[in-house]
């Protein structure tokens, strides 16, 4: 039984490793794609929205291969976003996510979703950029439209 366990661990390990070989791979090709630009991995970002009382927030924000964009509100914390993002001229991108929150009566039933386009600039270590959000009630009606700005810098592996 322990034999199997620690092989299972080994595969596992491997596995890891793998995983994170090919996202290694998967930057570097981003990398070339984007002509160096600079966009591809991972930002930390503070971020704000245009309404009144809006609090700043801090974001992860991650450009991967494949044109997929994800971000992660951590403080304070919130749902995941994951979309698409594509580039935009020399040093600009474009992207748009998406994120869903549970309904009031509790996981498994309608809530709103939110859907965020974003164009910003990448400046050697810098990003910044504007962000327009919608958010869409559990019919799929329009409930509140509002704009934000960002500003970031790479995170360092």
């Known amino acids: 039984m322990d034999e199997h366990v620690l092989n299972r661990r080994r595969v596992l390990l491997g596995t890891g490793a793998v995983a994170i070989g090919g996202v ?5 090709a981003a990398a070339s ?11 930390v ?3 704000k929205d245009d309404t009144a009382g809006a609090v700043r927030t801090t974001t992860v924000v ?3 291969a494949g044109s997929v964009l994800l971000s992660q509100d951590i403080s304070p914390a919130d749902s ?3 979309g698409t993002w ?3 001229g020399d040093n600009g991108f474009e992207a748009t996510v998406w994120t869903g929150q549970p309904g009031p009566a509790g996981p498994g039933k309608p809530g709103v979703t939110v859907r965020v386009h974003i164009r910003g600039t990448v ?3 810098r990003i910044r950029g504007t962000y327009q959000f919608t958010i869409f009630d559990p019919s799929g009606a329009v409930s509140m439209r509002g704009t934000g700005s960002f500003t970031g810098r790479p995170i360092e592996a």
């Open 80 to 82: 995941p976003l994951i």
């Open 24 to 28: 290694a791979g998967a930057s570097s």
């Open 123 to 125: 400046s050697g270590d």
């Open 86 to 88: 594509a580039r935009r």
């Open 62 to 64: 991650g450009f991967a």
């Open 45 to 47: 970002v503070s971020r």
């Open 33 to 43: 794609s984007t002509g160096g630009s600079g966009i591809s991995g991972s930002w």
